[in-house]
């Protein structure tokens, strides 16, 4: 009588058995497949944003968006304009990245006119590859350069 339960569990206890060793090799080339994603990292890419003008200008609102992700937004206080025309640089970004090229979208809002600019940089690996934004007299350009000597790594 018990035979045909016995039967059942035992099939049982092998599909169970099967299913757990797949799940370990799977989680085994997860581990590996991370391993492998942070070893070739080694590259960061930082955005700054700097507004100096001759001519008084309120940033409002910047946005940014890295590789067509979810955007950043910053709204802007009198306090950091003020701080902003005396010099000041907001960190918009900083993350590691593969070294590879990435898209950057900026919009920025100035005076109630809006700004927008698109720059693909190219990260190399073992740099942190820097990205500023200038507002200047309600104009807005960029500049890139690298650095090696301030890797976090």
Known sequence: LMSSEQNALQQLDAILTSSQDNLLAQRDRFLALGDAVRR???????????????????????????????????????????????GA?????RANVLPTSHTLSVQISVNGQQLSQNVTVASAADTVTYVQFTVRNGQLSHTTWTSRGTTPF
Do not use: H, K
Not at 44 to 71: C, E, F, G
């Open 89 to 93: 640089v907001d960190e918009l970004y």
């Open 40 to 86: 070739r990292t080694g590259s960061v890419i930082v955005v700054l944003l700097r507004a100096d003008s001759t001519a008084p200008q309120t940033l409002q609102t910047a946005t940014l968006s890295v590789n067509a992700s979810a955007p950043i937004v910053r709204t802007y206080s009198a306090d950091a304009n003020n701080a902003l025309q005396i």
